[in-house]
């Protein structure tokens, strides 16, 4: 049994995971764990793809390479996938939305290629991450956050907090 919680944020790339990982960690103690961090610095990894600009992430090692921290707990797991995450490690479900043009503007602003950046756009419109998520967690720890905004994330992280006391409270010996 973990005595805190494991959270995954997840969405399509530029909604703001990172951003509300780092500052959760920070007020709440839970550690973020970057997973594309993991993936580089550790080489769970078959080689970089050109075509998708990203790695291609070996996942059973990249799962062997986690599993000790994430079983002990009081993960912030920050990752644009998140059905091939144990439903039994997982507490909560995050899934970051932001509207196609403020998703634009921050992908432009970090150099993303047109195809890739359409490719992100459409898959934010038709809801790929959310869906993921429904259909591999039970509905009910599934929670889609809109991430527009600085007072929405503030918001949003304020909400992940009540939740993460709330869920220690009920899980206390
Ligand atoms: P991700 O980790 O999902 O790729 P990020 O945390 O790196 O996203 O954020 C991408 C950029 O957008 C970064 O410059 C911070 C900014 N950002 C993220 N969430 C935001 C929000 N809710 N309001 C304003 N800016 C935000």
Redesign the pocket.
């Given at each position: 049994m973990r005595s805190s919680p494991n959270i995954i944020i997840t969405?399509t790339?530029?909604?703001?995971?990172?951003?509300?990982s780092e500052i959760l960690a920070e007020r709440t103690g839970l550690r973020h764990l970057s997973v594309n961090q993991v993936v580089k610095d550790k080489e769970c990894h078959e080689g970089w793809s050109d075509e998708y600009q990203s790695w291609i992430v070996d996942e059973d090692k990249l799962l062997d390479e986690i599993e000790d921290d994430v079983k002990a707990g009081g993960c912030i797991i920050?990752w644009?996938a998140c059905d091939l995450f144990p439903r039994s490690w997982i507490d909560l479900v995050v899934v970051?939305r932001v509207d196609s043009k403020t998703l634009y503007d921050?992908l432009e602003?970090r150099n993303y290629a047109e195809a890739k950046l359409q490719e992100n756009i459409d898959s934010e419109i038709m809801e790929v991450l959310l869906q993921e998520a429904r259909e591999a967690f039970d509905e009910e720890i599934v929670v889609e956050l809109t991430?527009?905004?600085?007072t929405?994330?503030e918001s949003n992280i304020d909400r992940i907090e009540a939740w993460i006391k709330q869920w220690k409270t009920d899980h206390a010996d």
């Open positions: 969405g790339p530029g909604v703001g995971k990172t951003t509300h920050d644009h970051l921050r602003a991430s527009n905004s600085s929405e994330m």
